[in-house]
Each structure stands twice: as structure tokens, then as C-alpha cells.
T-cell receptor
Framework: DGGITQSPKYLFRKEGQNVTLSCEQNLNHDAMYWYRQDPGQGLRLIYYSQIVNDFQKGDIAEGYSVSREKKESFPLTVTSAQKNPTAFYLC???????????FGPGTRLTVL | KNEVEQSPQNLTAQEGEFITINCSYSVGISALHWLQQHPGGGIVSLFMLSSGKKKHGRLIATINIQEKHSSLHITASHPRDSAVYICAVAFHYGGSQGNLIFGKGTKLSVKP
């Protein structure tokens, strides 16, 4: 089955540690996205990538980093510089930026 | 500032009722999306539209470009429709050009 996978579903880390969230898709999509969701707020764009080896900052990129070495994979690293990292993180992909986005199941990160 | 407003924030209905969720936005858009988020967090794309009306099963989405307004209707609602419904738009202009801007969502609960 084609789709997007994110792992793990729940992740706990100590304050000050970097953590990497996985996102893999087998839809052959060029564009991939990372969003953050906080209670009572809409999703906000962290980073996006339109093609392999290229990515752009979204609205709230500070404290995060990404890579896009393969078409299928777009991992997100939450660094210790991110002041409030506890949130629900969603990865998405689309054929290109103007088309429908398909979302992964999300990873809930809790920093203790 | 490009904004997306949804109403109502919360909605409780009895099974079988006709439901309407509204979305308003501030400036010209290239597309509007309706998404469904279940309690586990996963998001499913319901519709992407730039004009007129689309229908899928019991779901109907309409958009009025002149009034900058869209509605999502659910006919013959069922408890399995209980979810958060999210409106997202891709603006033509501004700092978020091309990126999706999300509403805060409407939490729907359908009682049997």
C-alpha cells in the first residue's frame, strides 16, 4: 500500500537533547512538508522540500533542521535550540506544491 | 496578514442532522482544502477546490470566490463523522505564497 509513515508515534526526550523524527513516503511524490500542531492552533509549516537535495524554511523553522537526500525520506531534527519542542508533528507529501497533500499519522513529541 | 477563520469552533449534533462548517479567508487564494483529523491525530484530505462545488458521498464542499468563503456540509450525519475538520488555503500573495495556511479546526461530535 502506498502512503506516508512516521515513526515513532510517541517520543519522549530530555530537555537539551536533539531528536530526529522520521518521515518516509512511497507515493513517488516530489514535495514533502513538516508541520507542527499545538492545542487550539492551526498547523504551522516548519520546512518543506520541493525536490531532492533542496528544502526551504517555513513559518517556524527556528530550532529545527531537515535533510532531503532521498526522494522517499524527509527527516526532521528538533534541536536543543527549539524553545518549546513539545508538540504533535505531521509530515505530508504531494506531487507538487499546488496539489493535494497526503498526511502521515504524526509523531507526538514530549520533552521532559 | 493572511488569515483563515473557521466557525463554529465546536459543534455537537444528533445522528442524522445536516451539518455545516464555515471557512472564511482574507485575500485571494489559488486553492482551498478541507481536511479531517481523527482523535488519533492522522489527517485525511477530503476536498481540494478552487471554484464551485464538489461532492463525495455524504460530504459536499462549496466555495464562493467573491465572498472569500467556503462551506463543508455533511448530510445524514453519523457518529463516525466525529472528528476535527480543518480548512486550509494556499494564498496567491504574501509571505506565505503557495504554502498552506490552516484554520484552527472545527471539532464535530455526532451523538447517536
Amino acid at each position: 500500500d502506498g502512503g506516508i509513515t512516521q515513526s515513532p508515534k510517541y517520543l519522549f526526550r530530555k530537555e537539551g537533547q536533539n531528536v530526529t523524527l522520521s518521515c518516509e513516503q512511497n507515493l513517488n511524490h516530489d514535495a514533502m512538508y513538516w508541520y507542527r500542531q499545538d492545542p487550539g492552533q492551526g498547523l504551522r509549516l516548519i520546512y518543506y522540500s520541493q525536490i531532492v537535495n533542496d528544502f526551504q524554511k517555513g513559518d517556524i523553522a527556528e530550532g529545527y533542521s531537515v535533510s532531503r537526500e532521498k526522494k522517499e525520506s524527509f527527516p526532521l531534527t528538533v534541536t536543543s535550540a527549539q524553545k518549546n519542542p513539545t508538540a504533535f508533528y505531521l509530515c505530508a507529501s504531494s506531487t507538487d506544491r499546488v496539489n493535494e497533500q497526503f498526511f502521515g499519522p504524526g509523531t507526538r513529541l514530549t520533552v521532559l | 496578514k493572511n488569515e483563515v477563520e473557521q466557525s463554529p469552533q465546536n459543534l455537537t449534533a444528533q445522528e442524522g442532522e445536516f451539518i455545516t462548517i464555515n471557512c472564511s479567508y482574507s485575500v485571494g487564494i489559488s486553492a482551498l482544502h478541507w481536511l479531517q483529523q481523527h482523535p488519533g491525530g492522522g489527517i485525511v484530505s477530503l476536498f481540494m477546490l478552487s471554484s464551485g462545488k464538489k461532492k463525495h458521498g455524504r460530504l459536499i464542499a462549496t466555495i464562493n470566490i467573491q465572498e472569500k468563503h467556503s462551506s463543508l456540509h455533511i448530510t445524514a450525519s453519523h457518529p463516525r463523522d466525529s472528528a476535527v475538520y480543518i480548512c486550509a488555503v494556499a494564498f496567491h500573495y504574501g509571505g506565505s505564497q503557495g504554502n498552506l495556511i490552516f484554520g484552527k479546526g472545527t471539532k464535530l461530535s455526532v451523538k447517536p
